[in-house]
């Protein structure tokens, strides 16, 4: 196993002419950490990992991996290992072939080099496919393949750049949980770029979500979903209501009021009194009968059901409520017919549940 390493990025700023594509960027991967780069396109995440890996280089700042810096070493001196979201697989070699390739670089004996290659094989499942060539392999294997190419080489810190993009919906799920288990199993500190949200929030220890090169939040795929710094994050992680309104302290936290909600007391104090947002997410919605008993702990609101969308699990609803749109989540239960298009509907918030934003 390969001792853990911490990754470092400080005060790094990368433009191409007058376009900035990283401001001021500093973050930390701990030691054996999986951490994730999220964002939209664009927002410079495969950049900053280019920038790890050696491939590009900033203007300003400083990269150090291990207490080392390596702003300026060469990628094939930064011992790293990088997967590719094409996998980069020569077509005319064997899979036991590709997975020596980066071996037979560094000029080890023949004997370890086929050693290692057996042993990252069968690490990632593929011990019997070493005589294949990759266009004889699946998607999924492939993708196992460039895995093992790279661990092969025992590298310092694993580096994924959406290795998963060229994978159909149901691959992409076994995948990603085979990638955190090797992983796991490695103990090595893993730096992941994507820009699908529920990918991030399902395999990672820590995510970093990134929009025009500028670090909006790092946290817990708990802590982004729960207590979203921003309106960019409550709107980018996952689905959220946004309620615009104004805000005043009170002895017990803060009293929110909008004429749609009226008044609502909430347990966090405001950061200034004023125009704010607040943020409810689908599932922290219910909805109820016109004529139902209403729960007395929810703030509860008037509305029609204007879409339905099945999704298996859940049925989201959008509800016109006065002026707003709202988005509420409901368990799908086999038998209950729920609320159709056109239905009047009560709306609960949960003022437990409520995030508030700024203006």
Excluded: C
Excluded at 25 to 32: C, D, I
Excluded at 66 to 77: H, I, L, M, S
Excluded at 242 to 268: C, D, K, N, Y
Excluded at 326 to 355: C, R, Y
Aim: hydrophobic content about 45%; cysteine-free; glycine content about 10%.
């Amino acid at each position: 196993m390969q001792t853990k390493v911490r990754v470092e990025i400080e005060n790094v700023s990368l433009s191409y002419g007058r376009v900035e594509v990283l401001r001021e960027v500093s973050l930390t991967a701990e030691p054996g950490e999986f951490f994730a780069l999220l964002g939209p396109s664009g927002s410079g995440k495969s950049t900053l990992l280019r920038l790890v890996a050696g491939f590009t280089q900033a203007q300003s700042g400083r990269v150090l991996i291990g207490g080392e810096d390596v702003t300026r070493v060469p990628p094939w001196k930064r011992n790293l290992g990088m997967v590719f979201q094409n996998y980069s697989l020569w077509p005319h070699m064997t899979v036991a072939e590709n997975v020596a390739f980066g071996l037979e670089e560094r000029r080890l004996p023949r004997d370890v080099i086929r050693d290692k290659v057996t042993a990252a094989l069968g690490l990632v499942g593929l011990a019997e496919f070493g005589g294949r060539r990759p266009n004889q392999l699946s998607g999924g294997q492939q993708q196992r393949v460039a895995l093992a190419r790279t661990i092969a080489i025992e590298p310092k810190v694993l580096l994924l750049d959406e290795p998963l993009s060229n994978l159909d919906a149901k691959l992409r799920v076994h995948m990603r949980g085979e990638i955190l288990a090797l992983q796991r199993k490695l103990g090595i500190t893993t730096i992941f770029v994507t820009h699908d949200q529920e990918e991030a929030l399902s395999i990672s220890d820590r995510v970093a979500v990134l929009e025009a090169g500028v670090i909006q939040q790092v946290g817990t795929p708990m802590e982004l979903f729960d207590r979203p710094a921003n309106r960019f994050i409550a709107n980018f992680v996952g689905t959220v209501n946004l309620l615009a309104g104004t805000v005043e302290p009170a002895p017990q936290g803060a009293v929110f009021e909008s004429p749609l909600t009226g008044r609502i007391t909430l347990a966090a104090p405001p950061a200034r009194a004023g125009a704010v947002q607040i943020a409810v997410r689908p599932h922290a919605l219910a909805l109820a009968a016109p004529g139902a008993a209403p729960d007395p702990a929810r703030i509860w609101v008037d509305g029609i059901v204007a879409e339905r969308e099945f999704l298996g699990e859940f049925v989201r609803y959008r509800i016109r409520a006065g002026d707003a749109d709202l988005i509420a989540d409901q368990p799908h239960l086999a038998g209950e017919p729920g609320f159709a298009p056109g239905n009047a509907v009560k709306v609960g918030i949960n003022p437990a549940q409520v995030k508030m934003l700024g203006a």
